[in-house]
């Protein structure tokens, strides 16, 4: 008996120390999405921020006629705007063309162009992209420093449409490691563009290591507030998960997402990212977030982004399946329960029947005795008592679980065909509105524990205190409002009869190391031997 207990918790204890440093990272993660949650939370500050800043370019460039400096504020306002607005920036590019020509300038023309290009690009129009940086303009007449910008933005392009390859367009167009090559002979080996390609040759070569170094000296160039902190941010994460460091990637994601909020960005891929990898264990938060993600890249008005997001969409029909299934399996609780408590009720009814019965024949035996004839009476009239009591508490409990489980399937079929309706229509946006706010599956859970445990402690209104008894002074615990605690809500069940473990974690929807753990804990708190501690709280009540 003394070397099963050893093994016991020596299995006990090196699951723990092999558990605690997943709970630290996901006590991390969680602390990390707090902190982003606090960013979107004062998003519109930062967009409104950005659209005074934008209605002051506008008096600005109106206020001013001199064509060159005009020229020049265009081309700062398309840059403060590139991820902002797609609309905004190519107005801001196209007037710094038209002026261009007015000033018959060809490199000012050329770099207002090949901006443009570059614009198109990001925004995943790859065709138009194609025709100005491939049809109009002519690199061999470029200066030194308008032809690296230019292979710049084709390495971009390149690299872009690679990593979107499901889009339409299928242009043949030159590789970014082409770019890459040629960018590594002409920049400046300490500029952040060089250590940019040098990082993603390093990737692309397998040396993560390498990469990382170079990744961070990236990273401390720039303060977390900057724009571009949030594009290196994003690609530390994509090497981060290249060596299989799940948690650095959520920590650089949520990095870049909140210095995106903070530069009011509307053109981003980092918000999504962090959706798609909380989808699995917080499902709310995942569609606030695509939701977000979703009405920026609609406000933005280019096609790459809302395209991205809506590939996600499939995930979030997987996600509603889920929770269509947790509400059955919900349902399925409520029958088992329901069944099970009118089979108790009847076994009480009938038991109080046959006593009922014998007082009955006892009392006409004792009709002749003057001086028993009271006593019968009184013990008559308390057993009719209990019996009406008794089909009261039965009609009452019955009453209760069969109205709460019509209303609950009236609910979620209302739900159902609205949730059909609104994918057959196509309205995915208005779908994500709808389940980021449907709780009903945790709703229907806390109605099933406050029903259970009212119905259970009128049944065994003395359990409580039955079951402290049988534990230490230190672990006893009496919840309040009449409710049970967890660890009571467990043994309650296997007072009914429940003893299977992977049973009372489907009934109490927990998995079932936490109910081995909660079992565990209250044993190891009994006052008697724990290997008699279930049979002892079979017999409360008895």
């Known amino acids: 008996m003394r070397s099963g207990r050893y093994i016991l918790w020596m299995t006990v204890l090196l699951t723990a120390a092999c558990a605690a440093p997943q709970r630290s990272a996901d006590r991390m993660i969680q602390q990390q999405l707090g902190e982003l949650d606090g960013f979107l939370a004062t998003k519109d500050l930062y967009v409104a921020k950005k659209k005074d800043q934008l209605n002051a370019y506008r008096r600005l460039i109106s206020a001013t006629t001199d064509p ?70 002519d690199t061999s007449a470029l200066s030194p420093a308008m032809k690296t910008e230019c292979f710049w933005v084709m390495h971009d392009f390149s690299k872009d449409m ?41 990737i692309d070569e397998g040396r993560f290591a ?23 941010a994003f690609f530390q994460s994509e090497l981060e998960e290249r060596v299989g460091n799940q948690a650095e990637r959520m920590r650089w994601l949520v990095k870049s997402a909140e210095c995106d909020v903070v530069n ?15 989808l699995p264990t917080d499902v709310d938060r995942s569609f606030r977030y695509l939701r977000i993600a979703q009405e920026d890249a609609l406000e933005y008005n280019a096609k790459l982004r809302p395209w991205q997001i809506s590939r996600f969409l499939m995930q979030v029909e997987d996600a509603y399946q889920e929770r269509q299934s947790r509400a059955t399996e919900s349902r399925r609780v409520w029958l088992f329960l329901l069944a099970f408590l009118t089979v108790v009720l009847t076994l009480m009814l009938r038991f109080l029947i046959v006593r009922s019965r014998k007082l009955t024949r006892l009392r006409a035996e004792l009709e002749q005795s003057n ?172």
């Open 264 to 278: 009011a960005v509307r053109d981003y891929a980092s918000l999504t990212m962090v959706a798609q990898l909380v």
């Open 68 to 137: 060159a400096s005009r020229y020049e504020l265009e081309m700062i306002a398309a840059s403060d705007f590139f991820s902002f607005s797609f609309d905004s920036t190519q107005v801001y590019l196209k007037n710094a063309q038209a002026l261009a020509l007015r000033l018959a300038d060809g490199e000012r023309y050329d770099k207002a162009t090949i901006e443009l290009g570059h614009l198109y690009a990001k925004a995943g129009n790859y065709l138009e992209a194609s025709q100005i940086l491939y049809g109009q303009i």
């Open 371 to 542: 001086t028993s004839l009271a006593l019968a009476n009184a013990t008559l009239n308390d057993l009719n008592q209990q019996i009406s009591k008794a089909d009261k508490v039965k009609e009452k409990y019955i009453l209760n679980f069969l109205q709460g489980l019509s209303a609950q399937v009236s609910v979620i079929r209302a739900e159902d065909n609205r949730f059909r309706n609104l994918l057959k229509q196509g309205k995915a946006d208005q779908l994500l509105k709808e389940l980021s706010i449907s709780g009903r599956s945790e709703k229907a859970r806390d109605e099933f524990y406050e029903t259970f445990d009212t119905t259970f402690l009128a049944l065994y209104p003395e359990f409580v205190t039955r079951f402290n008894e049988l534990l230490k002074e230190d672990a006893r615990e009496v919840a309040p409002g009449g409710r049970l605690t967890t660890e009571q809500r467990i043994f309650a069940l296997i007072k009914l009869g429940v003893d299977d473990s992977k049973a009372i974690a489907t009934m109490l929807d927990y998995s079932l190391s936490t109910i081995y753990n909660y079992k565990v804990a209250v044993k190891n708190a009994a006052i008697g031997d724990r290997e008699d501690f279930e049979e002892a709280v079979r017999k409360i009540g008895k």
């Open 210 to 232: 390498q990469a990382d170094s170079v990744s961070r000296q990236l990273l401390s160039m720039y303060r977390p507030e900057d724009r571009d902190y949030a594009i290196h």
């Open 162 to 202: 690679a990593g979107n390859s499901g889009m339409v367009e299928r242009l043949s167009i030159p590789t970014a490691s082409f770019f890459r090559a040629r960018l590594l002979q002409l920049l400046p080996p300490e500029s952040p563009r060089y250590k940019a390609l040098l990082r993603d040759r390093f």
